[in-house]
């Protein structure tokens, strides 16, 4: 019994030859496109001034810079990709508390939360039960998803504070081509603050509904050698909602759908930062366990003995240099340790009495890799990155077992390499247009090599900029998909790497200069989509290559802030969208065709007290018995107080602030098919800083 199953997703292979052939014509449009853009480099076109390259580059440019899509610095509106920035003053305002509800507010995502884990949705697809395993999670450029579940921790098992963060990349569409498997759909860069940012000691406290609290103590400063520190430790501790009601358990034997005090939800977390000329060496840690109060994969109702505790940690040493002026060198070593155990109360008497037996789930990952990179600006209006990148996960483990007896029904002990080589190019053919072409070749012992191309074509006008764009992506097949057993359940080894690929148009737009607009169109396709269902020739449930889905949609933006109109600033947007299944015709599960999002600053008293406002839409999801959950609005407010006293700040916050009623999907785990989400809920917070 494995307390992690995703739900079924169906569908149909594609051709390998035309894959094949279609893989073919892109990675030699992209060797093609770089050695056309090598030979032209010297061609009789004025020299180009190069953007301002580093950190402190980048305030004082009015257009953002992004580090994540192209692994170094440029503006949004050169990067190969539709790109949307949430700093630390957002998040400051508007109250955010984890990752996940700084994503909620990114246009064309949403999340789905099964009172466990928060699933992030993108460009209509978020399946119930994965564990964001499409999406990439970076801090710093250090990748987080693990090694059994493949797992990006968004909620209260980040590994990182909010209040830590400096800026968060959201790059969307296929980046295989820099980072390899799971930058599928997209690349979430959590870049951390430095010690220069803090300049001493920094505590909060923190209230909220549900007798949660939390506190964090930093220390952070840039000495006079250069040395930049900064340490942080955080505790979170809720009680959660002490009642909650399922009508699928409304019977006297099953406690008429109440449990109570099983929604608790506890962490403490710490991370450190140290830079030195050229090194820097950090790492991290979070350990969180959080009561399940669902019933899931048929557990016991009503119990609060059903729980799961998720632990990662990493160190990471990198090391920059010049090696001259035109190239810059960067290398990384790390080593990663993420441990899960879930805890399942199960009734096995099958009469009104129940007879108790807790089955247990713990597994354990361990890894090391390393990564070294090239960046040169040495050829004439070029600027080329080569890297290489070598992965060792050398525990791989998944256990499962009845514990009282001892009753073992999995314990497999695996490991795996892998490596890769990639290559980019982003040539300046003119002064208003770019060519960013790369690819990248992964190898797995598993499975054999695979190959990720992306092209961009990027044309600036006066005020707008278009981008052509098309990429391809995979992502590998994990630990947990291949080789779980168990009751009712069976491995399969020989799974395959699932693929998408992506066709986008952006158009970015000055209307003014508070004003810019983006929108965006997009087709893309995924084939051999990795599915779950059952054996026909055993009944048993194994992983599959079987889906095949496609999407199209459109995004629109408009980001606005300034003096002009008296300080206010945020952004709106809205997306449409429809992805289905291929094989059935049918729209996706927990896919809305309808979001939209709105958010603002608005300052009330200059320099001292502000008002965050969000207001987010998502339209009705169907559920996997092929219901609708029914759209929804919620609003959450802010109010967040600065230089009252010096070091002091004060903020409130109001999340779902009409109390609206609204559910999200269940997964196949669930007896759930919708599940009612949180009604209005508060948050205090003081900081200081001394």
Do not use: C
């Not at 990114?106 to 999406?135: I, S």
């Not at 920094?202 to 400063?221: A, F, H, N, P």
């Not at 607009?517 to 990795?530: G, K, N, P, Q």
């Amino acid at each position: 019994m494995q307390g992690r199953q995703p739900n079924i997703v169906h569908g149909i292979h594609w051709s390998e030859t035309v894959r094949a052939v279609r893989r073919d014509f892109a990675v030699g449009l992209i060797v093609g496109s770089q050695l056309l853009a090598v030979g032209l480099g010297t061609a009789a076109y004025a020299d180009i001034e190069p953007a301002p390259a580093g950190e402190e580059a980048i305030i004082f440019q009015e257009i953002p810079s992004v580090y994540g899509a192209s692994k170094f610095e440029q503006k949004v509106t050169e990067a190969p990709s539709f790109v949307t920035l949430v700093t630390s003053n957002d998040i400051k305002v508007h109250g955010y508390r984890t990752v996940a509800e700084v994503l909620q507010s990114v246009p064309g995502f949403f999340v789905t939360y099964d009172r466990n884990y928060n699933y992030l949705g993108v460009r209509g697809f978020n399946r119930p039960g994965d564990f964001n395993t499409r999406v990439l999670l970076l801090v710093d450029g250090h990748r987080l998803n693990d090694n059994l579940y493949d797992q990006a921790g968004l909620g209260t098992e980040s590994l990182v504070d909010v209040d830590l963060i400096d800026r968060i990349e959201v790059i969307r569409g296929p980046s295989s081509s820099l980072y390899g498997t799971n930058a599928f759909f997209g690349v979430i860069n959590v870049v951390t603050k430095r010690g220069r940012d803090l300049r001493g000691l920094e505590i909060s406290s923190e209230l909220g509904s549900w007798s949660s609290r939390k506190v964090r103590g930093t220390y952070g400063d840039k000495f006079s050698n250069g040395a930049e520190l900064i340490l942080s430790g955080s505790y979170f501790d809720s009680e959660g909602r002490g009642r909650l009601y399922f009508r699928e358990f409304d019977d006297p034997q099953t406690g008429n759908g109440v449990t109570r005090d099983a929604d608790d939800d506890k962490y403490p977390s710490f991370f450190g930062k140290l830079s030195f000329r050229e090194f820097t060496l950090q790492g991290g840690f979070v350990s969180r366990e959080k009561g399940i109060p669902t019933a899931s994969y048929g557990t016991f109702f009503p119990t609060t003995e059903t729980r799961s505790t998720d632990e990662h940690g990493y160190l990471s040493l990198k090391y920059e240099t010049e090696i001259s002026q035109e190239t810059d060198f960067e290398g990384r070593i790390y080593y990663d340790r993420f441990y899960y155990q879930g805890d399942y109360l199960y009734d096995v008497s099958g009469t009104a009495t129940p007879d108790l037996v807790l089955n247990q789930d713990r597994s354990t990952g361990e890894w090391w890799g390393t990564e070294l990179m090239v960046e040169s600006r040495a050829f004439d209006r070029h600027n080329v990155t080569a890297g290489l990148e070598f992965r060792d996960n050398f525990r791989q483990d998944l256990w499962n077992a009845d514990t009282d007896p001892e009753i073992v029904y999995l314990d497999e002990k695996g490991s795996h390499r892998s490596w890769a080589l990639f290559t980019q190019d982003q040539f300046q053919i003119s002064e208003n247009l770019i060519l960013n072409a790369g690819v990248r070749y992964d190898q797995y012992e598993s499975f054999g090599g695979t190959v990720s191309p992306r092209v961009a074509l990027i044309r600036h006008f006066d005020q707008t900029t278009v981008k052509a764009l098309y990429g391809e992506a995979f992502r590998a097949p994990n630990a947990y998909e291949r080789f779980y057993v168990g009751t009712g359940f069976k491995a399969n080894p020989d799974l395959d790497p699932e693929n998408i690929a992506t066709y986008e148009l952006v158009v970015e737009h000055a209307l003014a200069k508070h004003l810019r607009a983006t929108a965006t169109v997009y087709f893309y396709r995924i084939d051999d989509l990795i599915s779950q269902e059952a054996d026909p020739s055993d009944g048993l449930l194994v992983f599959q290559n079987r889906g095949n889905t496609e999407a199209k949609g459109l995004e629109l933006q408009l980001e606005f802030g300034g003096p002009e109109i008296y300080g206010v600033s945020g952004r709106f947007s809205y997306a449409i969208q429809e992805a289905m299944d291929r094989r059935t015709g049918k729209g996706l599960t927990n896919s809305p065709t309808h979001l939209a999002n709105l958010t603002a600053s608005v300052p009330i008293i200059e320099d001292r007290l502000t008002a965050g406002l969000e207001i987010a839409y998502v339209s009705e999801r169907t559920t996997l018995a092929r219901d609708t959950t029914g759209g929804y609005s919620t609003t959450n407010l802010t109010l967040l107080s600065t230089n009252l006293l010096k070091g002091l700040e004060l903020s409130a916050n109001v999340r779902n602030l009409f109390g609206e009623v609204f559910w999200d999907p269940g997964s196949g785990e669930h007896v759930q098919d919708r599940i009612r989400q949180d009604g209005r809920s508060y948050w205090l917070k003081i900081k200081y800083a001394f």
